[in-house]
């Protein structure tokens, strides 16, 4: 079983950066590809990153190219870096742990997760 965490969402104006952390506590990450996900008010979950279990592997949304970073940090702390923050941007942000499945067309999916944080609120002001 694995319980996850996500922290350093808040209220940041656009151009802004925020770091999100994901915390694994019960099990470690070592071996879950991770994935974090948003959900805008009034909208569907929808993919933003994922990286592979083995690290050799990053995927990110067209919308976040080059502006978000997903890195793990250690066996239990996965984050993700966002810098040049968009209103458009705002949402709760979710991260995810999935023990099987690889690849972009997997990882971009909800389903193939195991186990969900209660995520965290991230707000760009414009």
């Known amino acids: 079983q694995v319980q996850l965490v996500e922290s350093g969402g808040g209220l940041v104006q656009a151009g802004d950066s925020l770091r999100l952390s994901c915390a694994a506590s019960g099990r470690t990450f070592s071996s879950y590809a991770v994935g974090w996900f948003r959900q805008a008010s009034g909208k569907e979950r929808e993919f933003v990153a994922a990286?592979?279990?083995?690290?050799?592997?990053t995927y990110y949304a067209d919308s976040v190219k080059g502006r978000f970073t997903i890195s793990r940090d250690n066996a239990k702390n996965t984050g993700l870096q966002m810098n040049s923050l968009k209103p458009e941007d705002t949402a709760v942000y979710y991260c995810?742990?999935?023990?099987?499945?690889?690849?972009?067309?997997?990882?971009?999916?909800?389903?193939?997760?195991?186990?969900w944080g209660q995520g965290t609120q991230v707000t760009v002001s414009s």
């Open positions: 995810a742990a999935a023990l099987t499945g690889n690849g972009f067309g997997t990882l971009q999916r909800p389903e193939p997760y195991d186990y």
């Open positions: 990286i592979s279990w083995n690290d050799y592997n």
